[in-house]
């Protein structure tokens, strides 16, 4: 059995690895007029449009595990993140840059793979490659992706925009980037002294590819333009249905009554929760890293947004004094709360 290559970063060094990295990307938009090669990225900005800007950074150990997330897909991921954020702002994404902080473990073979990966994205959503940075780390591999975007003034959505009675809508299912982690964690625990690890994941392949791989939801603000519906207020799902939602009414100034039976939740998303003894409610609550749509419109676009086919209606906008709340079958009121970072002991 050949043994495969594996070339140390240090043979290339940086200026070397770079340029092994970046220059078969092609370009795609007429806005990049100077891409990688130059000390800066060179881009025109379209005339009557605005110019989005997003920064996402992904820690391995903290946002993943390389043990069992192929890099390809983690390529893929990290340009998912900012697409995802220029998209819920209702703009069009355009340009990305890629920095890096690469610890000695990682082969140049490994970082060809994530930058497989992130081209194969960017060739996906017709974005364009224009710089970033590599440098050393000490404490694994570090990622930061800056994702440009553009937008005409009148058609940007920002998270104030919410008012009393609009309806809130979320465009796919929720909680199943976090079972398919969940599935993940678990097998590598399971199999953690395993010689040959076989993990069982049949049945639940959907939960891996929500989390491996999301997809933006270009189809959705395609789908919004197409019916000439322009969101009051939208933000993408990166920390929860209850905290995104939570944001949206903490900068509308209002509040929300969202309803436990309306909440879309996949079959394999309820069965692994039973089978792992999570509750889908909650997994579906506070899971992030769904990279759907949380939007809200008015009440009066309820048969266009039912028309689309793409998005469930799952509560409306109330009063700020009247708080977040969830809303059981029989009636009864579960206060939203935020997860955020735990706190200090």
Do not use: W
Request: with cysteine; hydrophobic share 35%.
């Amino acid at each position: 059995m050949s043994q495969k290559q594996r070339t140390e970063i240090a043979t290339l060094g940086q200026f070397g690895l770079i340029d092994l990295l970046t220059r078969d990307f092609p370009i795609h938009n007429k806005s990049t007029l100077k891409s990688v090669g130059d000390d800066c990225a060179v881009l025109a900005q379209p005339r009557g449009e605005q110019m989005l800007l997003s920064t996402d950074s992904f820690y391995e150990g903290v946002d993943f595990d390389l043990t069992y997330f192929p890099l390809k897909h983690l390529g893929y991921k990290v340009v998912t993140a900012g697409v995802s954020d220029i998209l819920a702002m209702n703009a069009t994404p355009s340009q990305i840059t890629v920095s890096l902080g690469v610890s000695a473990k990682l082969p140049v073979e490994a970082l060809q793979d994530l930058y497989e990966g992130i081209k194969f994205a960017c060739n996906e959503y017709c974005i364009d490659l224009v710089g970033g940075d590599t440098r050393a780390s000490m404490t694994g591999l570090v990622i930061s992706v800056t994702t440009v975007g553009h937008a005409k003034k009148t058609e940007i959505v920002y998270r104030d925009g919410a008012r009393k009675n609009d309806l809130i809508c979320i465009t796919n299912n929720l909680g199943a980037a976090y079972m398919g982690l969940q599935l993940l964690e678990r097998e590598r625990r399971v199999l953690k002294d395993v010689e040959h690890p076989e993990p069982q994941f049949k049945g639940y392949e959907y939960l891996l590819e929500k989390y491996l791989k999301p997809r933006p939801r270009v189809d959705i603000i395609d789908a919004l333009r197409e019916e000439q519906i322009k969101p009051t207020a939208m933000i993408d799902l990166t920390d929860g249905l209850a905290s995104d939602l939570m944001q949206i009414c903490k900068s509308s100034k209002c509040g929300a009554r969202i309803y436990l039976e309306r909440m879309p939740i996949a079959r394999q998303t309820s069965d692994l929760a039973e089978e792992m003894h999570i509750d889908p409610v909650v997994a579906g609550l506070n899971g992030g890293e769904d990279y759907e749509l949380l939007f809200t419109v008015p009440l009066s676009m309820q048969e266009q947004v039912m028309r689309m086919g793409l998005v469930d209606v799952i509560g409306h906008i109330t009063d700020e004094k009247t708080g977040c709340y969830l809303v059981t079958p029989d009636g009864g009121e579960i206060k939203l709360k935020a997860q955020g970072f735990p706190e200090k002991e």
